[in-house]
């Protein structure tokens, strides 16, 4: 995988978590980068969130470095304001830069007191194995309850030079729009200015994260940063700015479907297609319904074919529609019809739901030309063991 120039990352163990697994990571800009963030809706904000929201207006959009640790929140603690100050203060002194231009995250287990020496013993070690070749590194080190590391990227070229972007980000559990429940941190080596990052990331965030359901839950630390460094020597005119746009939604969308993919407990990958209705967010409201519905959830989980709860999770979604003009499709097999059943082979569908994706449509008999598309997973008996020992 191809990664933007001027970027160099690294990770390492800082004792943050019970096993001795990478528990903290580092992305370096080599010149401060402009940046755009989007952050929880939740009003419960860890120390980390507040910080960044801080450090990102002080220094008008600029930030050098990424500081991140898995294994604990730092939230709803009586010391999470101070050791989020005193970790960014420890980097920002390694790294030669200001305070305000390190952008601090962090994940894991809420209301646990974190040790601020954990972190800031670790930033020498952190800081002398910057590499451009530890992304991999880094995006392993953000993980909790994941099975896999998430990365994507893309390559683009505007007049014979090339441009890249790649993204890497974490999550499996307690993810609902309202920014999911991810650490998300995209870089790309264009030189654009912060206020072109966030007219870019916020469409981007509105199609990926912002489409994804696990469980409902939305966390305390999401956030995702977009990162731009100038590092390949080209600035984008208004067209290739459209092409990085889609760049840009592309890397976001494969991360978004790869957290779904990989929900904890899941074995099934769901997404859903709700278009023909009278406005986008019609489709939108109905496609999160079912992505939400726990009904729908196991069903899928047992390859079965219950449309009904399909249309009911719609019928409840807040979105005006007449039923009689709903088609679902499961698979790209027509199960209901005009909102009644149509006819298919059961036994069939059943063989083609037991696989690792599952496609389900709301096709609308309306005038409506809009699509909407969430993502979600199955929901097992996975989830609640996973979750049931989760602080033990």
């Given at each position: 995988m191809k990664l933007p120039l001027g970027y160099r990352y690294a990770a390492a163990y800082a004792g943050i978590r019970k096993v001795k697994q990478d528990d903290v990571g580092l992305i370096y800009s080599e010149k401060p980068a402009q940046a755009a963030a989007v952050f929880t809706q939740n009003l419960v904000q860890a120390a980390p969130v507040r910080l960044a929201r801080k450090n990102l207006a002080d220094s008008k959009g600029r930030v050098s470095a990424v500081l991140v640790n898995a294994g604990n929140a730092n939230c709803a603690t009586r010391t999470g304001d101070d050791v989020a100050l005193a970790s960014c203060k420890a980097a920002a002194k390694a790294l030669k830069t200001k305070r305000e231009f390190i952008f601090p995250a962090s994940t894991g287990v809420i209301g646990v007191e974190l040790d601020t020496q954990l972190l800031t013993n670790a930033i020498p070690e952190l800081v002398s194995r910057l590499s451009p070749d530890g992304f991999e590194a880094v995006a392993k080190a953000?993980?909790?309850?994941?099975?896999?590391?998430?990365?994507?990227?893309?390559?683009?070229?505007?007049?014979?030079?090339?441009?890249?972007?790649?993204?890497?980000?974490?999550?499996?559990?307690?993810?609902?729009?309202?920014?999911?429940?991810?650490?998300?941190?995209i870089m790309t080596d264009a030189a654009l200015t912060?206020?072109?990052l966030r007219e870019m990331l916020l469409p981007a965030i509105k199609n990926s994260y912002n489409s994804l359901t696990v469980d409902g839950d939305t966390s305390t630390n999401d956030t995702v940063v977009l990162l731009a460094n100038g590092a390949s020597g080209v600035q984008p005119g208004s067209s290739e700015r459209t092409a990085l746009q889609e760049a840009i939604n592309n890397v976001t969308e494969s991360l978004a479907e790869q957290i779904a993919a990989d929900g904890e407990g899941a074995r099934k990958l769901i997404v859903i297609r709700a278009s023909g209705f009278r406005t986008e967010e019609d489709a939108r409201k109905i496609a999160r319904a079912v992505a939400s519905s726990p009904l729908v959830k196991t069903a899928m989980a047992g390859n079965d074919p219950n449309w009904g709860r399909i249309l009911s999770a719609a019928g409840y979604s807040?979105?005006?529609?007449?039923?009689?003009n709903v088609d679902i499709f499961l698979q790209d097999v027509?199960?209901?019809?005009?909102?009644?059943?149509?006819?298919?082979?059961?036994?069939?569908?059943?063989?083609?739901?037991?696989?690792?994706?599952?496609?389900?449509?709301?096709?609308?008999?309306?005038?409506?030309?809009?699509e909407a598309r969430y993502f979600t997973c199955d929901l097992t008996e996975g989830y609640i063991q996973i979750n049931g020992s989760y602080r033990t």
């Open positions: 953000i993980m909790t309850t994941d099975t896999r590391m998430k990365v994507a990227a893309e390559e683009l070229s505007f007049s014979g030079k090339p441009v890249l972007v790649a993204g890497m980000t974490k999550g499996s559990g307690m993810i609902h729009p309202n920014m999911a429940t991810t650490l998300g941190f912060a206020r072109q807040g979105a005006m529609f007449d039923p009689a027509l199960v209901c019809r005009q909102g009644l059943a149509a006819d298919y082979d059961e036994d069939d569908l059943k063989k083609s739901l037991d696989s690792a994706e599952v496609q389900i449509r709301l096709r609308y008999a309306g005038r409506g030309k809009t």
